[in-house]
């Protein structure tokens, strides 16, 4: 059980955290926020060139298979390989019960119990603890051998003839159920389904006064069905021993937690092991969770299996396998809302049930930037038989999803426009805007109102005021019903993030940024290098990351919003290091003090003399890092690291430090009452990003965040037989996923009030959209048809049956 802890913002004395933009120094904008600054990965990409973790080709390497359970729960009773280990081909099997592998369970923390990291201590996690086990938790769950061949065919060939006598058990899949006094305890020694969660109880305010307040009592129902991140790269590990030092090549958005975790489990210095990061194919947020076994656990095997070979090992999924590790919000909701006549919301109760994993509790964001003063929410999560759930397409997915449907019904029930319901409650902690205005003036930001400014663009550009109408009342002329709606948050702004990074400046006047970071596609490394470029003063051409492999420094891992926010902090602490260090330098070639120069466009030149002046180049000419003595090269290396910490992830955690930027989204729907087609006519989203470091890399989680979120509401849904508990849809035929051809024109609306507490302003823009845009399909349908579907994702059959037409 735990309670929300609510403190006053505390200005920390370090740059470290929650820096105020009024205590740096100015720069002039030559790179940061301009368009057409090339994509630092984008010819490798483009061109076919880019080299991923399933690229990886290893002299003498070898290929490793899992054996999967055909069923949702069973034991493995007896099992025998000797058919399997007789196939010309097969290197070794490892077993459950070998010695090495036998009864060795999944880490459970970052930096194991004696070091566990706060944010991962108290989530509810499914418990399947035993790496290779001899129960299958779930179909599909990875147990019972691993086979090594020359090949994957022959992998596969062995695995099919390994015979295994399995004692099937008993099955649940409905969370509900699942929660029931008399239910079937699927984890054996515990006393109930209930997985504990810290975050189970969250209450604010006085809930009674709170109802008695409200002119309207609104209360309903949801539901929101599991979907799956769907990479287009799928898991996979390399590992290769030489002597006792390892290598590891990864498909992970967390290299050092890997690392760190498997260290950790087998007992291996850390000084000995040694990560590989190549291109990442996309992982939305499911390829972070190093405690998972699709990451600790493959990571053990594949090591374990190169160790029995003594030869490179490569373990990767195929698609099938790859449907594996659910989105954290597979969850049934129950609401209570309590509002006043003109919209202004008492109370709000409410009770979520998740299966598997809990990403957030759902009340979260009423909380961040609400002034409903009275709140509560109970989150349950119960171990049902499907396989271990996470952080996938973004853990705000409950509060987002909570957040939408809340303020829509309300703006519904009431007969009010939805605009006007969202500014009424804007606020934060319970406080009303006149609080945040305040802050704003007290902490050095500009008075805006951020969402006033959002939905003002987002009206005018889909045309709201003409659009909008009461619900069910326009009919098209194509005979389609015609639906709109809109839904707002905060802009997902530094919630976390620590990390580090070195700049030099190379003895030809280029720059390296020096830092292991995963990429997964969605441009940071450009920002980066924009922010360096201008704070140093030289050419983004002459500046560049080096971030495939280990350097002692590690950037914030990218399966947060705030990764521009904590890593454009650390690179821009470095990069104005390194140009102190640089003009300290130029002045004993110059023969003045540092502060009569300035740098631009990679020249060092004399302030009150523009033409005395040098290169950069010219000036770094003899600061070498090391050479063989031989000649002049005395003079010591531009060389500077800094780290940077924006605070702990949570609530539970935080300081209070409140959101000041908005986003706001506008769809429009065409429905034919006949089939019960959805048709998403126009996307219109609005993110006040604060300032955009990088606008194109903006614009493209806009676009992107559109169509997947659009997909989720729609299409995605994995579907298991209730009979038996497989998954029937473990492919891209019957798992269907949206492309930007299925959501109509997008239109992005990239504001900048510098209301960010990242640097120059800035907030994140990642993953919010593909997170706001699922709940907002239910509220344009209810304006299309009249009826409320809020059962997702909402499909033509829904959509009959909420017409009485099936």
Not at 76 to 91: F, H, N, S, Y
Not at 230 to 259: F, S, Y
């Amino acid at each position: 059980m735990g309670s929300l802890r609510i403190g006053p913002y505390q200005k920390l004395k370090n740059e470290g955290m929650y820096p105020l933009e009024a205590d740096a120094p100015e720069i002039d904008y030559d790179k940061i926020g301009k368009r057409g600054i090339r994509r630092l990965d984008g010819i490798e990409k483009a061109s076919g060139k880019a080299v991923y973790t399933r690229d990886i080709q290893i002299p003498g390497m070898l290929y490793a298979k899992i054996m999967r359970s055909p069923y949702a729960h069973a034991r493995i009773k007896r099992m025998d390989t000797q058919k399997a280990e007789a196939l010309p081909g097969v290197r070794a099997i490892l077993k459950f019960d070998d010695p090495e592998i036998k009864g060795r369970t999944l880490n459970g923390s970052i930096g194991g119990p004696d070091r566990m990291a706060p944010q991962f201590s108290g989530f509810a996690l499914k418990p399947v603890k035993v790496i290779l086990p001899s129960e299958a938790w779930f179909e599909g769950q990875g147990v019972g051998a691993v086979v090594t061949a020359d090949t994957e065919e022959i992998a596969r060939e062995a695995l099919r003839r390994i015979k295994v006598e399995w004692e099937e058990l008993p099955f649940i899949l409905d969370q509900e159920l699942a929660l029931n006094p008399d239910a079937y305890i699927l984890c054996p020694g515990a006393k109930t389904n209930k997985i504990e969660d810290f975050r189970e109880f969250i209450e604010m305010g006085d809930m009674e006064k709170g109802f008695r307040e409200a002119d309207k009592i609104i209360e309903f129902q949801a539901r929101r069905e599991a979907h799956l991140w769907a990479g287009a790269e799928m898991t996979c590990v390399i590992a290769r021993w030489t002597g006792d030092r390892l290598e590891l090549w990864m498909h992970v958005q967390q290299p050092h937690p890997n690392k760190l975790l498997l260290c950790e489990q087998l007992n291996i210095p850390m000084n000995k092991v040694t990560i590989h990061v190549p291109y990442q194919g996309c992982s939305f947020g499911e390829r972070c969770n190093p405690a998972d076994f699709s990451h600790n656990g493959l990571n053990v095997l594949a090591v374990l299996s190169a160790k029995k070979v003594g030869r490179p090992v490569k373990i990767t999924f195929d698609r099938r396998e790859q449907f594996y590790a659910e989105s954290g919000d597979m969850m049934v909701s129950y609401f209570k809302v309590g509002a006043k006549k003109d919209g202004t919301i008492t109370a709000l109760d409410m009770k979520n049930i998740f299966a598997v994993f809990q990403c957030t509790p759902g009340v979260e964001h009423f909380v961040d930037n609400t002034r409903i003063p009275n709140l509560r929410c109970q989150a349950l999560t119960a171990d049902v038989s499907k396989g271990p759930a996470w952080w996938c397409r973004c853990e705000q997915l409950p509060n987002a999803f909570c957040l939408t449907l809340v303020f829509d019904h309300v703006a519904a029930e009431l007969g009010l426009d939805p605009t006007e319901v969202a500014l009424r409650n804007d606020g934060c902690h319970g406080k009303d805007m006149a609080y945040l205005s305040n802050y704003k003036r007290e902490h050095g930001f500009p008075d805006r109102d951020s969402l006033k400014e959002c939905i003002e663009a987002g009206k005018k550009a889909i045309d709201w005021d003409n659009k909008w109408h009461p619900p069910g009342t326009k009919k098209l002329p194509n005979g389609k019903m015609h639906g709109l709606a809109f839904t707002w948050d905060h802009e997902w702004d530094d919630v976390r993030g620590t990390g580090s990074a070195a700049v030099m400046i190379e003895t030809d006047g280029t720059v390296s940024i020096i830092s292991q970071q995963a990429d997964v596609g969605v441009n940071p490394w450009t920002a980066y290098c924009q922010i360096v470029a201008d704070e140093l003063g030289v050419s983004y051409q002459d500046v560049h990351i080096k971030a495939f492999e280990e350097h002692g420094f590690i950037l914030m891992t990218p399966d947060g919003s705030c990764n521009l926010c904590s890593n454009g902090f650390i690179v821009r602490k470095a990069a104005r290091q390194a140009k102190a260090m640089l003009l300290d330098l130029a002045a004993t070639k110059f023969e003045l003090a540092a502060e009569d120069l300035e740098i631009k466009d990679g020249v060092i030149f004399e302030k009150k003399n523009p033409e005395n002046r040098k290169t950069v180049g010219d000036v770094v000419v003899l600061a070498m890092p090391g050479h063989n003595a031989v000649g002049t090269w005395t003079e010591p290396p531009v060389l500077t690291w800094a780290w940077h910490t924006q605070g702990i992830w949570g609530e539970a955690f935080e300081t209070g430090r409140p959101r000041l930027c908005r986003q706001g989204h506008f769809m429009e729907v065409e429905i034919d009452t006949e089939t019960g087609e959805i048709e998403v006519t126009k996307v219109v989203n609005v993110n006040d990003v604060g300032k955009a470091i990088s606008p194109e890399s903006v614009e493209g989680q806009m676009y992107g965040g559109s169509y997947m979120g659009v997909s989720r509401a729609l299409t995605e849904e994995m579907i298991w037989d209730p009979a038996t508990g497989v998954l029937l849809n473990r492919n891209l035929l019957d798992y269907k996923i949206a492309t930007i051809a299925d959501c109509g024109p997008v239109e992005t609306i990239v504001q900048e009030t510098g209301l960010g507490h990242g640097p120059y302003g800035t907030a994140g823009v990642g993953e919010d959209v593909a997170t706001m845009i699922p709940a907002l399909i239910g509220p344009a349908v209810y304006n299309a048809i009249g009826k409320w579907i809020d059962d997702f994702p909402i499909t033509p059959a829904k959509v009959l049956k909420a017409l009485g037409k099936v």
